[in-house]
């Protein structure tokens, strides 16, 4: 019997106080999903990030990697262009059926698995040389308690050297400075406008519009960079450096994003 997905996002009477951990599966509804990759628009995000996370990970001679936020494959099919060898896991079914389709376009297959980080080794077997979990997808944890747990389960999925790539929006500068984006990174589509409607210290609501007047809704939490890093060494990693738009150097509330990648284990470079 085929299940019918639901076409329209359900935020309640009250949206701006859903803040839950669980509520994104009724954010991501097929109707969202198949528009996402109006938003990211795959050549432009190709352009702008350029060789950073092949290069990232080649350098630290890494081959077999987890991607935890699949979301429409993006990542996954550039990294297995690249030769890496990818699992591609995401909380969502629909978000990896498109992904699965969007591989399969271009000529690939994905190895797919649905997952929920807060009980990933459950789901995901063996060990990875490395993680990415991508997209600004974290900040869908709304609980701290969780966050710990999915660091707890990323840090325990990877080999004893393994690194951990992940990214987030400058909620720092949204929060105390206003929100201003040229979408040149992530979020390239330039039909498409992603803004916050709503942002406090808990909540970060934003819109993303669409050129048929189409309009959803993503309730977050809005991480703090220096909040994430403490998380990240709270969990046992040993090295992080954080990079703003791709950049080693930059004035904290220029980039969109920060990336972070965090090692298992310290050297010298």
């Not at 808990?202 to 991480?223: I, T, V, W």
Request: hydrophobic share 35%; net charge negative.
């Amino acid at each position: 019997m085929q299940i019918l997905q639901p076409k329209t996002q359900d935020f309640g009477d009250e949206p701006l106080k859903v803040r839950d951990t669980e509520h994104y599966q009724k954010e991501y509804v097929q109707t969202f999903v198949e528009k996402w990759d109006e938003l990211i628009d795959w050549d432009a995000r190709a352009e702008s990030e350029g060789q950073f996370f092949v290069d990232t990970l080649k350098a630290r001679e890494k081959s077999k990697i987890l991607d935890v936020a699949t979301g429409t494959g993006f990542h996954s099919v550039q990294l297995l262009k690249a030769g890496f060898e990818v699992t591609s896991a995401d909380g969502n079914a629909e978000m990896l059926s498109k992904a699965f389709d969007n591989a399969r376009s271009r000529n690939l297959i994905l190895n797919t698995v649905h997952a929920d980080w807060r009980w990933l080794n459950k789901d995901v077997h063996g060990k990875y040389d490395a993680i990415v979990c991508l997209g600004n997808s974290f900040t869908h944890l709304f609980y701290e308690r969780d966050r710990r747990r999915a660091l707890a389960e990323f840090y325990a999925a990877l080999k004893y050297d393994g690194v951990l790539i992940i990214d987030q929006r400058n909620y720092d500068s949204i929060l105390d400075e206003g929100f201003s984006s040229k979408h040149t990174y992530y979020y390239c589509g330039d039909q498409v406008t992603a803004s916050p409607e709503h942002v406090d210290e808990s909540l970060a609501r934003f819109q993303y519009a669409f050129p048929d007047g189409s309009k959803f809704h993503l309730n977050m939490f809005p991480l703090r960079k220096d909040y994430m890093r403490g998380l990240l060494f709270d969990v046992g990693f040993q090295r992080i450096k954080t990079y703003g738009d791709f950049q080693e150097t930059y004035q904290e509330s220029n980039p969109d994003f920060f990336i972070h990648v965090a090692e298992k284990n310290y050297h010298d470079d």
